[in-house]
């Protein structure tokens, strides 16, 4: 009920006059406000939290309550760290707070693991898409641009790397394409760096509230080539295609007219794959995403 929400801000209170910190970051939003509240009046100097998803305009009066929790907290919270520019413009469009309360910071992981793997000579393409199999994810188009492919005599071996609700709903869908033996689910896996030497190819089939797609950068990391549909943060981790090529979100057809053009252009692949891994060491690493957080928390250290 609502009143988890006094309830948060009476314990961040608490705990931000017991340790007494230089800064508090919170990652959920919304939320966030209590927080921020509870922080501020115990003395915090600093207050960000983290944007990591397109505002959810589509869920009308749920987004209503979104917002205002977003306004509730604008007078204590310092900035909103948004994981990508996409996600920013869209804050600052959808939420009503001004530019200068937001900055972006690209989401970041250990890139170095992905460097350097031993790459096989596979007799048939790998493909590979690494998500959860959730709802605002797009494994589907993958699968039905795999059925396209098989009907224009290119067999693929597709792996779906991931776990999640809509595990039977693939499934089944694999049947009634008759893909088992195109399309494997190989289900949450630990060993993501091995997986991605092992490719041809990588597939990020995302929707438009995709936020950044971590996956996408690991995949830049390893030198990969890559195809990816065209939402807003696709497009900005890719720079516009110049990391990997780019196709129509949601369509099948368009998917599988990009993987034919990768697997029957190489070279091109290739030198798309050279420019996203630099992108990827210089733009997503750990310590530039910790620098970037430091600077917002501590901005007069």
Not at 47 to 59: F, R, S, Y
Not at 120 to 135: D, G, S, T, W, Y
Not at 199 to 204: E, G, I, T
Request: aromatic share 6%; net charge positive; charged share 20%.
């Amino acid at each position: 009920g609502y009143g988890r929400y006094p309830r948060l801000l009476a314990q961040t209170h608490r705990y931000c006059r017991q340790f007494q910190p230089q800064a508090a970051l919170s990652m959920p939003l919304g939320w966030h406000a209590f927080i921020a509240w509870g922080a501020k009046l115990a003395g915090v100097k600093t207050v960000c939290a983290h944007v990591g998803n397109l505002p959810p305009v589509w869920t009308g009066k749920a987004f209503q309550k979104f917002k205002l929790q977003v306004q509730l907290g604008r007078l204590v919270t310092n900035r909103l760290l948004c994981c990508s520019e996409y996600i920013r413009q869209a804050t600052v469009k959808d939420f009503g707070v001004a530019t200068p309360e937001t900055a972006a910071i690209c989401n970041a992981c250990n890139l170095q693991q992905f460097a350097g793997q031993p790459r096989p000579i596979n007799l048939m393409p790998v493909v590979a898409m690494v998500a959860r199999l959730e709802v605002h994810k797009d494994q589907p188009t993958l699968i039905r641009a795999t059925a396209i492919l098989k009907e224009r005599g290119i067999a693929i071996q597709v792996r779906l790397i991931g776990e999640g609700s809509k595990r039977g709903e693939l499934e089944q869908m694999i049947q009634s394409l008759h893909l088992e033996e195109s399309v494997t689910l190989l289900g949450m896996r630990r060993d993501i760096p091995a997986q991605l030497s092992q490719l041809d190819l990588f597939v990020f089939a995302a929707k438009p509230d995709e936020g950044f797609g971590i996956a996408l950068a690991e995949a830049m990391a390893a030198g990969v080539p890559i195809v990816a549909t065209d939402v807003g943060a696709c497009r900005e981790v890719l720079q516009d295609g110049q990391c990997g090529l780019l196709v129509k979100a949601g369509d099948a057809q368009s998917l599988a007219d990009g993987i034919a053009e990768v697997l029957a252009n190489p070279q091109a692949a290739q030198e798309r794959a050279r420019l996203a891994k630099e992108r990827a060491l210089t733009d997503f690493g750990i310590a530039k995403m910790a620098d970037s957080y430091f600077a917002e928390l501590f901005p007069l250290n």
